[in-house]
């Protein structure tokens, strides 16, 4: 075996049982990576330099075909079921073994990286990759160790990416030819049979996931942001609901824009890099990420390109879920460090394709833990193939499919945090207005962008403010440069009878949806759960 690239660490491959391979590339540069994936035809260059490439079938995450490796280590640890399925030692074993067996004589590219800002609590990974452009992909998304820590690099967990690799569902068990094992006793991750950049970066989360609470500390699938005063906010929220939009304001410095840890003195970035969605992104109304689609460095996953490079980001013929990955220092104004203080504002964000969510909404410790468990946001109709109609979606903890542990062990990391450090919290729709998806129109970003910073800024805390009827929660009577019928959702329908029973209609969703943690909570969140209508 040859080694080739910039620094080759003692600890070599073979710990993996990967040997007899062709050409492994240590810690390659970005323009050796791209001369790497030009020659391999892995993509193209688009118009100002970024790297654009296809992902095939596979243009999300697989959740149906991601194992855990049930054994004594987690046995007992993990919150087994749909979400997190177990697969045994020996079964994993002999799929795991066949994955080495493809790697063999192929040319690997590798990459060491470090996994959480604060050096107190990160983690080492080592990323091995098929292609170059998948190691781009990590080298932009985690943290980059300095030379000098190269040389001595030992991971602590290593993801191994071969896309080309296809299960044989028959022969391993497994739900298709896509399959992700985790296996937290070899410390290893085994991506095979998708392409989609996607899995690599929450394979890391999963990780974290399940090693920081016992350090007490809370991983959250969350942006987080800093302002003037050195106040920190964190976003909560699903995919569509506007997370990277809102905390990328420019009159606040970026902390991350996905994932973040919550010690007890200080608020952490787990990355170094972003992965935002692109569809139809805005010049003008989003000009720091749009401008990162035109640089050298950044990897467009299934942007449309025509053959002389030019990116049309409104064409979603490959998918509604373009991404661009990038270093997080693309965007102006970011935290270099990665560290900041604990919060003083939490920002819970759900797209209500329904139209009858308050746009901002005042939560108390025991609301905010009953929606963090809730995790709610809506799918709407034309996003996903079969879906024709506003579809409930709820994914505790605003992120399920990367929560090995319980929710509610999480959830009770949230609601003491916040006790003791006394931390505001507001649920921010960011969806519909007027009525539901197709009647009403979205929310405007304007709007929401002003009802964000009153509330970061202290303003809404101190107005006045009603109990919604249907759903609890405080909503504030006035927000500067917000007309004043935005924010009561009842009074932008024509239909208000239509209203009222569509907001009926989702207390419904709501409580049927909490009943699987009732026997897990407390009597105070019990009493803060949405109840529908006698």
């Not at 992104?281 to 990162?292: C, D, G, K, Q």
């Not at 108390?364 to 193939?385: C, D």
């Not at 405080?474 to 009074?491: F, H």
Request: aromatic share 10%; net charge neutral.
């Amino acid at each position: 075996m040859t080694q080739a690239g910039f620094v080759v660490p003692k600890s070599g491959l073979d710990t993996l049982g990967l040997k007899n391979l062709g050409t492994v590339h240590w810690n390659l540069t970005v323009p050796a990576l791209y001369e790497e994936a030009i020659r391999r035809g892995e993509g193209q260059l688009g118009e100002g330099g970024a790297f654009v490439v296809r992902t095939g079938v596979h243009t999300g995450r697989s959740p149906n075909d991601k194992f855990f490796v049930d054994d004594s280590v987690t046995h007992n640890n993990v919150d087994w079921g749909k979400t997190n399925k177990p697969i045994s030692p020996e079964r994993y074993r002999a799929l795991y073994n066949r994955m080495i067996a493809y790697a063999q004589r192929r040319d690997l590219f590798a990459r060491d990286c470090w996994a959480g800002a604060d050096p107190s609590h990160r983690i080492g990974v080592r990323v091995v990759t098929e292609t170059a452009w998948h190691n781009m992909f990590a080298r932009n998304m985690f943290l980059r160790p300095k030379t000098e820590e190269l040389a001595g690099f030992r991971p602590d967990f290593t993801i191994l990416n071969l896309p080309g690799f296809q299960a044989e569902p028959a022969l391993d068990g497994t739900a298709s030819d896509c399959v992700i094992l985790v296996n937290f006793t070899d410390r290893v991750v085994a991506i095979g049979g998708t392409w989609y950049a996607g899995e690599i970066k929450k394979s890391v989360f999963t990780i974290l996931n399940y090693l920081l609470p016992e350090k007490n500390i809370l991983p959250m699938h969350a942006s987080a942001n800093i302002g003037p005063k050195g106040d920190v906010a964190i976003f909560f929220g699903l995919s569509g609901t506007g997370k990277t939009t809102l905390s990328a304001d420019p009159a606040r410095t970026l902390i991350g824009d996905d994932e973040h840890g919550w010690a007890e003195t200080s608020l952490f970035n787990f990355e170094g890099g972003c992965y935002a969605k692109v569809i139809k992104l805005s010049r003008e109304a989003e000009p720091e990420i749009y401008a990162t689609t035109e640089r050298f460095g950044t990897v467009l996953e299934n942007v449309v390109i025509d053959p002389t490079g030019a990116l049309d980001l409104d064409d979603g013929q490959y998918t509604e879920n373009t991404r661009a990955c990038y270093p997080i220092d693309f965007i102006p104004n970011t935290l270099p460090s990665g560290i900041a203080a604990t919060p003083e504002n939490i920002v819970m964000l759900t797209a209500d394709a329904f139209g009858v969510l308050p746009p901002i909404s005042r939560l108390s410790p025991e609301q905010a833990m009953y929606h963090f468990l809730s995790g709610y946001t809506a799918r709407v109709a034309g996003t996903e193939k079969g879906v024709t109609e506003p579809q409930a979606t709820f994914s505790t903890c605003f992120g399920a499919p990367f929560m090995p542990r319980h929710p509610t062990v999480y959830a009770k990391m949230l609601g003491e945090k916040m006790a003791r450090q006394n931390v505001k919290c507001w649920l921010v729709n960011t969806g519909w207005s007027g009525g539901g998806f197709g009647v009403g129109q979205r929310m405007s970003i304007r709007h929401t962008r002003a009802m964000v910073r009153a509330a970061l800024d202290g303003t809404l805390a101190a107005a006045a403010s009603s109990t919604d009827p249907h759903f609890g929660m405080q909503v504030p009577s006035a927000c500067p440069d917000v007309p004043g019928d935005v924010l009561n959702p009842r009074n932008t329908w024509k239909d208000k009878k239509a209203y009222d029973s569509t907001a009926r209609d989702l207390t419904q969703r709501f409580e049927k949806n909490f009943q699987q943690f009732e026997s897990h909570v407390d009597g105070k969140i019990k009493q803060a759960a949405i109840r529908a209508a006698a």
